[in-house]
Structure formats: C-alpha cells, structure tokens
C-alpha cells in the first residue's frame, strides 16, 4: 500500500503547511478562524496520521513540528485536553528524534494545557522537565509559566 502511504504523507505536507499559513494570517487577522474552521478536520487528520506513523522518521519530524505551525491558532480554537493531546505527540516525536529544543518547548506548552486543566501539580513537572532541557537564555519563557502556577 505504499500509495496509499505517501497520499497520507502528503496530505500531512499539506496540511501543514495551511496551518503554517493560517497561524501567519492569524497574527494579524482574528477574522482566520473561520478559514480554520474549515480546514479543521483536515489537519486533524493529518496530525492523527502522523501520529499513528511514528516509526517513520519523516512522519516524527512533521509530528513534532505540526502544534508549532499552528499554536496560536490551537490555543484558541483547541481545549486544554486537545492542545495536550497535540503536545503529548508532538513530545514522544521529539524524543525520538532526540531534540532537546522541541522537547522543551512540548513539555512547557504541556504544562500550559495542564495549568488550564487545572492540573497545577502536573503542569509544574511539566515546567520543571522543560527547564532541565533548556539553555540559561530559553528559560525566562518557562520560569514565568511556572511562576504562574504558584
């Protein structure tokens, strides 16, 4: 099936990019959302996809990336379970891969959706996971995050 495979893995191309696009639009646009919207199920699909294909390489970097091409855009549209959900794959990825950037950055935006959750506790190992993956310069982001859980 391996047609099949790559229109799976080009729809995830696609699809990711939109969001790319949508979150550029989105910056300057709030009127975007209704374009979102329209797309949503779309790249919905998408991201499951590459997160049911993770033992492709390609498929981990598109997973990793995905919440950050539209993390504005989700924030607003998606629940604090859903971000989580999103970052949860998007971390697993990450350690795959091995990058400890987007590991960082994952874990402090899980502990964003674990805050709104209203889970303090685990959104402060969250934090606190991140901060150990960081460099001194990208810790302020975290620190003030985790400042505000406290």
């Not at 939109?18 to 989105?26: H, I, M, Q, R, Y």
């Not at 959750?117 to 934090?127: H, N, P, Q, R, V």
Request: charged share 20%.
């Amino acid at each position: 099936m391996p047609i099949f495979h790559d229109a799976h893995f080009r729809h995830a191309q696609y699809y990711q990019s939109v969001l790319v696009k949508l979150e550029n639009e989105f910056l300057g646009n709030s009127m975007v959302l209704d374009k979102f919207n329209l797309e949503w199920a779309n790249i919905e699909n998408a991201h499951s996809w590459l997160s049911e294909n993770l033992q492709e390489t390609v498929a981990m970097q598109l997973c990793s990336i995905f919440p950050d091409a539209g993390a504005h855009v989700l924030d607003v549209i998606c629940t604090p379970r859903d971000r989580l959900r999103w970052r949860q794959e998007g971390l697993k990825a990450a350690t795959y891969l091995n990058d400890s950037l987007r590991m960082a950055n994952h874990l402090n935006n899980i502990g964003l959706a674990y805050a709104d959750l209203g889970a303090f506790d685990k959104a402060i190992e969250a934090y606190q996971s991140s901060i150990d993956l960081v460099g001194e310069l990208d810790r302020s982001v975290v620190l003030t995050n985790l400042g505000d859980v406290y």
